[in-house]
């Protein structure tokens, strides 16, 4: 049985319509802070943690990297709530979390991305959040996208950024299984989308041994389990 953690006050969402996680095999523990849900991870070492950034007590941000330092409590996938502004989604990074959903929250979206970390088994497609930064002369600034389909030797990302064919970039994300990748990588393939949001392939440029391990273990476990 999977084990969701929601910290802050997430009830009314599952409360106000019948959904997935309500009508799945899930077991939900709810925390009114960051701290009751540090206690409560520590003792049933959850699948799912989601939490609000902004929290009395321990932050959203706090909470998870308080998690990813400790050995015994990092294997955890986190999401976090948030405000759609860059200071927000820059926090959410820094601390290790897999994802984040900005406010307010689109119910659809919010299940979608849940069953996402939850069913790892049940999909094909990995989404996790990517901090990516352009390596050019005037095109330097960082900017945030998601990452799917990711395989030994790349990932196809989806960003607002405009990209071409040829780019370099340095990427840093977090799997569902909480390993931390750091990688260069060249744009090889660009999909133009109708929403203002395009999609590239991306071939990772000299992945170091320990990060390339890290993706293959993950890759191997989520095929073992399909």
Same mark, same amino acid.
């Given at each position: 049985?999977?084990? *969701? $953690? $929601?910290?802050?006050? !997430? ?8 959904? #997935?996680? @309500? ?10 802070? %960051?701290?009751?849900?540090?206690? *409560?991870?520590?003792?049933?070492? /959850? ?24 050995? &015994?409590?990092?294997?955890? @996938?986190? *999401? ?8 927000? $989604? ?21 299940? +979608? ?6 069913? /790892?088994? &049940?999909?094909?497609?990995?989404? /996790?959040?990517?901090?990516?930064? #352009?390596? =050019? ?12 389909? *990711?395989?030994?030797? %790349? ?17 840093? !994300?977090?799997?569902?299984? @909480?390993?931390? #990748?750091?990688?260069? &990588? ?6 133009? &989308?109708?929403? %203002?949001?395009?999609?590239? %392939? #991306?071939?990772?440029?000299?992945? +170091?041994?320990?990060? @390339?391990? =890290? ?12």
């Amino acid at each position: 049985m999977k084990k *969701i $953690l $929601l910290v802050d006050d !997430f009830r009314t969402v599952l409360e106000t319509e019948k959904n #997935i996680l @309500s009508r799945a095999n899930f077991k939900i523990f709810t925390a009114t802070s %960051g701290k009751e849900a540090l206690d *409560i991870h520590r003792d049933e070492k /959850v699948d799912l943690i989601i939490a609000d950034l902004d929290m009395p007590e321990m932050s959203g941000d706090l909470l998870c990297s308080t998690i990813r330092k400790n050995e &015994g409590l990092k294997k955890v @996938s986190i *999401i976090i709530v948030c405000n759609n502004r860059e200071a927000d $989604l820059e926090r959410c990074h820094r601390c290790g979390a897999n994802s984040y959903i900005t406010k307010p929250i689109d119910r659809q979206r919010f299940f +979608e991305k849940a069953s996402q970390f939850l069913n /790892v088994s &049940g999909r094909k497609n990995y989404r /996790v959040l990517v901090k990516a930064k #352009i390596e =050019g002369r005037f095109l330097d600034a960082p900017f945030f996208c998601s990452s799917r389909d *990711i395989s030994a030797t %790349g990932m196809l990302v989806e960003t607002d950024k405009s990209l071409a064919k040829g780019n370099f970039i340095s990427c840093s !994300f977090h799997l569902p299984d @909480s390993e931390h #990748i750091l990688s260069k &990588g060249e744009v090889m393939r660009v999909v133009m &989308g109708q929403d %203002g949001k395009n999609s590239y %392939g #991306i071939r990772f440029i000299d992945l +170091e041994p320990q990060y @390339s391990s =890290g993706i293959e273990a993950f890759i191997n476990k989520a095929t073992k389990r399909a």
